[in-house]
C-alpha cells in the first residue's frame, strides 16, 4: 500500500515484491528540502531499491542529488578491449562527470564505445565490491532506453542472508571472501588486468560473507559477484562448492525484483544489501545511461 510522508509530501509506493518502491511528488531537477531528503532516506532505508519516473536531469543534477546522500566516488575502471574516449574510464565529458560519472551504453560513435558494458548481459553482482571500501550506493539514470530488454534486476541480500538454511550459515561462519577485480559484470577484462590460472589467485578485496550495514544494523550476505570468487582457508574445490550453494540461494527469484526501464526513469539502490544484475538486449538498439557511485566503508 503506498504511504505519504505528509511533511514533504513524498509517496512511496511499494513494489510489492521483496524489495524496491516508487517515490512519487519530487522533481530531482532542482534543490531538495531537508524533509524531503528525509523522507527519500526513509524510504531507501525501507526499501532497499527506489524508482523516480519522469526525471528530466543534466549530469550536474545527477551528481547534486547523489551528494544528498554521501560523498561522490570514481567511476570503475573500463574493459580493455574496445576504445574509449579516455585512458581508464567511460566517462562523461564535463570536468567533474570525466572523474564521477559512467557512461553505460552499447552506443559506439564514430568507432570509440561512448560506455561500458556494450549489450550483454550483465551478471548478478554488486558495484566495484573488489576495493577495500566499496560504493555504498549507485544512481542510475536513464536517457535512452530500447524498446525491449535491457531491464534491470535486484535481489534483496537481507532476506538472502535471513532464509540461509542452517548449515550453509554455519559454514559461512567468520568466512570471508575474495572478490575478482580483473573483469566487469559483462565478463569483460579490465584494463591492466590478466586473469588469475584459478579463482584461488584471485585479485581482489576481501570482504566477509555476512556484513552488517552501518546504518540500520540489520546483517546482509555479502557476495560481490560470482565469477573468480574465492573464499580464503578452504580448498579450490569447497569453495567453488559452497559459493555455488550461496549463490544459488540468493538469487532465487522469491528475493528479486525487476525494473523495466522507461526514459527519464532514477534508480537508487543500496550496494551493501542489493546485488543487481541486467538482460542483454538488442545491439541495434541504442541504451544509454548515466551512473554515479556514492563512496561507502569498509564492510565489517
Ligand atoms: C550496472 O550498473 O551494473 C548496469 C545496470 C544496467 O545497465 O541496467
Known sequence: MATVIERARVMVRPSGKALAADIEGVDLAGPLASETTAAIRQAWSDHLVLRFRGQNLSDDDLMRVSRELGDLDWAPIAAAKIKVPDEDRYIDGTPEGRQYVMV???????????????????????????????????????????????????????????????????????????????????????????????????????????RTHPETRRKALFLGRRRNAYIPGLPLAESEALLDALWAHATKPEFTWYQQWKLGDLILWDNRCVMHRRDAFDPNARRVMHRTQIKGDRPY
Open 104 to 210: 553505460i551504453s552499447n552506443v559506439v560513435e564514430n568507432g570509440v564505445a561512448i560506455g561500458q558494458l556494450g549489450a550483454y548481459e550483465a551478471i548478478w553482482h554488486t558495484d566495484m565490491s573488489y576495493i577495500a571500501e566499496p560504493p555504498m550506493a549507485s544512481v542510475l539514470y536513464s536517457l535512452e532506453v530500447p524498446a525491449s530488454g535491457g531491464d534491470t534486476g535486484f535481489c534483496n541480500m537481507y532476506l538472502a542472508l535471513e532464509t540461509l538454511p542452517a548449515e550453509l550459515r554455519r559454514q559461512i561462519e567468520g568466512r570471508a571472501c575474495r572478490h575478482d577485480a580483473s573483469r566487469n559484470s559483462a565478463g569483460e577484462l579490465r584494463r591492466g588486468f590478466v586473469d588469475a590460472p584459478d579463482a584461488s589467485q584471485t585479485v581482489g578485496a576481501e570482504h566477509p560473507i555476512v
